[in-house]
């Protein structure tokens, strides 16, 4: 459901047009890792990764690779001809790798760079272990591309957060997090991200903002920014956009939390303010205990309990507990420090996209892929309270009102709507969106509800009356809204 950015598609043609042609040049070094190493990653990867690769041949670490699977090793340093890496690579029949199934046969151009690899000894680059992860040695060797000074397209809003005054409002934007102010009616900030795409934000109590996302299917992380720290790498008139450089400049990108092989989906802090959560894609649940304050947090062992994709996360107002929403079609609540799940709610029968908790701990609420919003107790076995229709399509996020008892959900279906959370009952539908709303965020003051949209519109609406705010796209520099 979460597509990937329109702009990535035209960024890939431009640099598949300019990679360089490698056959002609025999005599030139082979790097494994620059080289070699990509080609395993995309065609070979999915079925000779970590967990339980084909052949028992796990390709990830040069030293595993070389080890072999249920054969030995499939390399012969100096000898392609007699290596069964090539005569796999090669074969017509059934031995052909990539299976005929799942793919056609490398290129001839990729053959025979790996063979030539091969017969200059088939070496690892110099500074690379041999058990080094090559997942993560190829992150560290990709910079992520600038965003675009001026939209092509507009895009997608993954993700929301008001500033702690409840005056400014961050959104995710390519690369980026833009901040806008709401008020003036003015894009402030713009600060430059490694990830891709913002999944989840929030503001830590120091007022630094956490951040997790990434790039789909290859690599998430959760980053603290400071969003004031920095300066901007131009001399700033009044009117103009401060640009802060989130990927080098160690003033605004202050930590890394998470380095992860795909995205990290959810945040959550708890209400002590003392610990933070993430899932993700990988399925696990992280924990970071933040009282030690900021120069020395400290990470828990990670939880692992879903089946997939862990989308939505919220803790107990003790801070003890936390409520999880997996695309395994379960909500769950978990006991941190025993690292159990302590209920499992199944009743969605789809997808779980959102989960939030009471303020006294006892109920849970859970939304998504079958429309509706469900109530639980969130204690034994997990029973269901009531369900709540109305959204006409998938419910892909849930927020609790900081302050009174409502639940904001928004939708497929194009709105955004506040529920009761005592009673399930509906308190109002925020109409205007013209697309998929894949964010929802509550100001922290609880006056104000913010919503993001597929096509890049965010509106803002006081939570008292349903009046509109403000609405814009937040697509930097966006000549014309394609619809
Ligand atoms: C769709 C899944 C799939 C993909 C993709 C795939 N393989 Fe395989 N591979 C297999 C399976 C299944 C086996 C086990 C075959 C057997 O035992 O008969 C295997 C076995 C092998 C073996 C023998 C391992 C051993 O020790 O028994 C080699 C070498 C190999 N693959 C290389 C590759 C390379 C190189 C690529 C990428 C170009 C690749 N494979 C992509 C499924 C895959």
Same mark, same amino acid.
Do not use: M
């Given at each position: 459901m979460y597509s990937s *950015?329109?702009? !990535?598609? !035209?960024?890939?043609? &431009?640099? @598949?047009?300019?990679?360089? &042609?490698h056959a002609a040049d025999a005599s030139k070094p082979v790097s494994f890792i620059n080289d070699i190493a990509p080609i395993l990653k995309e065609k070979c990867f999915g079925c000779h990764g970590a967990k339980n690769p084909k052949g028992k041949l796990d390709m990830t670490r040069y030293a595993n690779l070389r080890k072999g699977g249920t054969k030995e090793d499939p390399i012969i340093p100096g000898n392609p001809e007699d290596s069964y890496l090539i005569t796999v690579l090669t074969a017509t029949d059934k031995k052909r790798m990539p299976p005929k199934e799942s793919g056609a046969p490398?290129?001839?151009?990729?053959?025979?760079?790996?063979?030539?690899?091969?017969q200059q000894g088939a070496?690892?680059?110099?500074?690379?272990?041999?058990?080094?992860?090559?997942?993560?040695?190829?992150?560290?060797?990709? #910079?992520?591309?600038?965003?675009? @000074?001026a939209y092509p397209y507009p895009v997608t809003v993954t993700a929301l957060a008001f500033t702690p005054d409840s005056k400014k409002i961050v959104v995710s934007g390519h690369h980026e997090l833009t901040i806008w102010d709401i008020f003036r009616d003015k894009l402030e900030k713009r600060i430059y991200t490694r990830a891709r795409r913002a999944m989840a934000m929030v503001f830590l109590p120091d007022g630094k903002l956490a951040v997790a996302g990434g790039r789909p299917g290859e690599e998430g992380d959760v980053r603290l920014y400071d969003l004031n720290g920095g300066t901007d790498r131009r001399n700033v008139r009044p009117t103009e956009v401060v640009v802060l450089d989130g990927v080098h400049d160690k003033r605004v990108m202050v930590k890394q939390l998470l380095d992860a092989d795909d995205e990290v989906l959810c945040l959550a802090l708890s209400a002590d303010g003392k610990k933070l959560a993430s899932g993700g894609c990988d399925r696990l649940v992280h924990v970071w205990d933040l009282s030690g304050g900021y120069d020395h947090i400290k990470e828990l062992p990670p939880i692992e309990n879903h089946a997939d994709w862990v989308f939505g996360i919220a803790f107990t107002p003790d801070g003890k507990r936390l409520a999880t929403a997996s695309r395994d079609k379960t909500a769950k609540l978990w006991d941190i420090d025993a690292k159990e799940s302590i209920?499992? !709610?199944?009743? *969605?029968?789809?997808?779980?996209?959102?989960? @939030?908790?009471?303020?006294?701990?006892t109920v849970g609420y859970s939304v998504g892929e079958?429309?509706?919003?469900?109530?639980? #107790?969130?204690?034994?076995?997990?029973?269901?309270?009531?369900?709540s229709g109305g959204h006409g399509r998938v419910i892909l996020k849930l927020v609790a009102h900081p302050k009174q008892p409502l639940l904001a959900t928004c939708s497929a279906d194009q709105t955004v709507r506040l529920w009761n959370a005592d009673n399930g009952s509906l308190v109002r539908t925020l109409s205007g969106h013209h697309d998929y709303v894949y964010a929802v965020a509550i100001s922290p003051d609880g006056n104000l509800i913010a919503s993001g949209a597929f096509d890049g519109e965010v509106r803002i609406w006081k939570i008292k009356d349903g009046s509109l705010v403000k609405a814009f796209n937040a697509s930097p520099g966006l000549k014309t809204v394609q619809k």
């Open positions: *950015h329109r702009c !990535f598609y !035209f960024l890939c043609v &431009v640099l @598949a047009a300019a990679q360089p &042609v490398l290129p001839s151009q990729q053959i025979e760079l790996i063979e030539r690899w091969i070496p690892l680059d110099a500074g690379i272990k041999p058990d080094a992860d090559l997942l993560r040695e190829l992150r560290l060797r990709w #910079t992520p591309p600038p965003p675009p @000074a209920l499992t !709610f199944p009743n *969605h029968q789809n997808p779980v996209y959102g989960v @939030a908790i009471k303020a006294d701990g079958d429309n509706q919003l469900r109530a639980w #107790t969130a204690a034994a076995e997990g029973k269901q309270i009531r369900a």
